[in-house]
């Protein structure tokens, strides 16, 4: 345990080093370096893993999105206000700041992303020197390589612009060693094109590695990056770059693994008993291997939810008012699914809000409490997973945009998912009188499916970015009404200023002007 705190600091101290500071390398003669692959795996767990206990990754991506909508007005008392949402919410150039000075917690997503790879780069430059088994450290080397394509892949994907919009625009920086690099090149943003490239460098580096381990070994139950989670992000690389054939066959390969099977919502209680012998409504819990349909489960509960969940449901000290949840699911997410969509019931989390009737809030897909209905952040529960779902998802999108033979994949695709989501008396198969009705279905589907797993934003983004309005509550009789534009400028968000700060060679996204409410 000694050598992984002392590796862990040294790691985590490089990100926050200016141009002019000083790099502590694997082969330095005061670093105690790990020497065999059993010790370099717990390294890999303690510095490159998004695990359960560590936040600050994608923590407000969903407020940006339109499945998300503000609740009615909420109070401030008891030391907690809304208004702290508000920079994100409304898509504020000047949001990191705004967050900042509402005291609302804000944790630095570009610096957090920055020290697990730092971790994983450390780890790649340890392999060449430790002695063990060429299994042994294959394991080692297909998990870091996995995990360094995942974090560039939503680093560019947050504060780059979409590869199918420029992909000459500028990305992000790609640091690829632990220890100082031959020159300052680093620190200075790549395009979003050669950032894709290192992504699918480092996936394909991890799917031929994991190839060469047994086949037992190429996937377990063990919270660690497979063989199946690198090809799922394959998929999504490859179909966010719109190459078709190499998306499809990716996703192809993860729906033909035997290992996962997609989970029937027939098969999941609508209601359960509680301790004091009360129906509930239940929900699943998707980041969790108990799940069929999860292959890799992934970061912390609180930086999904925090933001929608702070004291819903309880009473104020203060006025002795009843409080509610500061975002709910938008009318347009739970518009789009039909009434007997089963998804509606179990994606959805229903939630009383204190003031009569019932709060749509989202999040149904994580452990879910019957105190408040607030997500549980006990050992081993984590907020995200990838999932067979989207496998099927990226494959019907990229034989839909192939056309030809392809709509017929793709129409085959939709329904054997579909099929588990409705009860047999209420589902039809779907049929689709043009390619492009076949297209819009399928897009719509990902936004029903996939909602609130961190694919919206994304999504929207890829898809040409189109407006979408918020309304915020200034008060208890006034709203105000914000618009992100149709391929507007935020749909690449700011760097934060620390990372500015500590990197003077750091670019700043072109930025509009303050966001006024219409």
Known sequence: MKRIIYIFAT?????????????????????????????????????????????????????????????????????????????????????????????????????????????????????????????????????????????????????????????????VPLKLQSGIEPSDDYLKRKTVAEVYTQILSDLHTAEATYHELPESEQWSDNYRTSLPMVQL??????????????????????????????????????????????????????????????????????????????????????????????????????????????????????????????????????????????PLTATGTFGRCLRLSEAYLNYAEAMAMLGGNGDEEATAALNTLLEKRFDPEDFEEVEFESNSDLVQFVREERRRELCYEGHRWFDLRRWGMPAITHTWHDNESQSSDYTLQEGDLLYTIPIPDEALQSNNSLEQNELPGKRLPQ
């Open 233 to 374: 992000m394959l998929s999504r690389t490859y179909l966010y770059m719109e190459r078709w054939e190499e998306a499809a066959h990716y996703a192809k390969l993860v729906i033909d693994d035997k290992r996962f099977k997609l989970v029937d919502l027939n098969d999941v209680l609508l209601e359960d008993l509680n301790d004091d012998g009360e129906y509930v409504r239940t929900y699943l819990n998707m980041p969790t291997y108990s799940c069929s349909e999860t292959i890799w489960p992934y970061g912390n509960v609180t930086d999904m939810f925090k933001w929608g969940y702070d004291y819903a449901n309880t009473t104020s000290s203060i006025s002795g008012q009843k409080m509610h949840a500061y975002f709910q699911a938008s009318e347009s997410l739970l518009s789009s699914y039909l009434e007997w969509d089963l998804r509606l019931m179990h994606y959805i989390v229903q939630a009383p809000d204190g003031q009569g009737g019932e709060m749509p809030m989202a999040f149904g897909k994580v452990n879910i409490g019957t105190t408040y209905y607030l």
């Open 11 to 171: 790691a985590a101290t490089l990100i926050t080093t200016t141009a002019c500071g000083d790099f502590l390398e694997p082969n330095s003669t005061s670093e105690f370096v790990p020497e065999d692959a059993v010790s370099l795996n717990e390294l890999l767990l303690g510095v490159a893993y998004q695990r359960n206990d560590m936040e600050g990754f994608n923590i407000f991506l969903n407020l940006l999105e339109d499945d998300i909508e503000a609740a009615p007005y909420q109070t401030a008392t008891d030391g907690f206000d809304a208004n702290k949402y508000l920079a994100a919410f409304t898509w504020q150039p000047d949001m990191f700041k705004m967050m900042e000075e509402a005291n609302s917690g804000h944790i630095n997503m570009y610096e957090s992303y920055y020290k697990v790879i730092l971790g994983a780069n450390a780890v790649i430059d340890y392999l060449p020197k430790v002695t063990d088994t060429q299994d042994n450290i294959n394991k080692v080397k297909a998990q870091a390589y996995a995990l360094r394509g995942f974090y560039y892949f939503n680093l560019v994907n947050i504060f780059g612009k979409p590869y199918n919009s420029d992909s000459t625009a500028l990305g």
